[in-house]
């Protein structure tokens, strides 16, 4: 299991974490590339040997971040990905999972204090 980011009443954090259910302990993951930002309400979804990072804020400025990263587990580096075609609206306290080689992305928060109801796929890689 892995855990991006989260926040405390002083601060959002962008460190990835990863559960060994064996030895029943956390690590930190040592990354490589441009991390993405500090964030909460994000969903992070295991896609393959990646893991897909979507949406959230930044607690602190209530900054939205539109952009989608990419989290290789083999080379442990975050790459950031160019989304083709229309772009989802901003948001936050999502919900997502991988789903026939795309991501389903359901309702959330809008940076305008919407509340969504509604739903779109990503198609990520072939």
């Not at 587990?73 to 936050?92: A, I, N």
Request: aromatic share 14%; proline share 2%; with cysteine.
């Amino acid at each position: 299991m892995f855990v991006f980011g989260g926040n405390t009443c002083r601060e959002s954090f962008n460190d990835l974490w990863q559960y060994s259910l064996e030895e029943r302990s956390w690590a930190r993951v040592k990354t490589r590339g441009s991390s993405p930002s500090a964030r909460v309400g994000h969903a992070l979804v295991p896609f393959g040997r990646r893991l897909i990072l979507f949406g959230g804020r930044q607690y602190m400025d209530n900054s939205f971040d539109a952009a989608m990263h990419c989290f290789d587990l083999r080379t442990q580096k975050w790459t950031r990905l160019t989304v083709g075609g229309e772009s989802p609206r901003l948001r936050t306290g999502h919900s997502a999972v991988a789903c026939s080689g795309a991501m389903l992305v359901f309702g959330g928060l809008g940076n305008s204090g919407e509340y969504f109801n509604d739903a779109f796929v990503l198609r990520l890689f072939d």
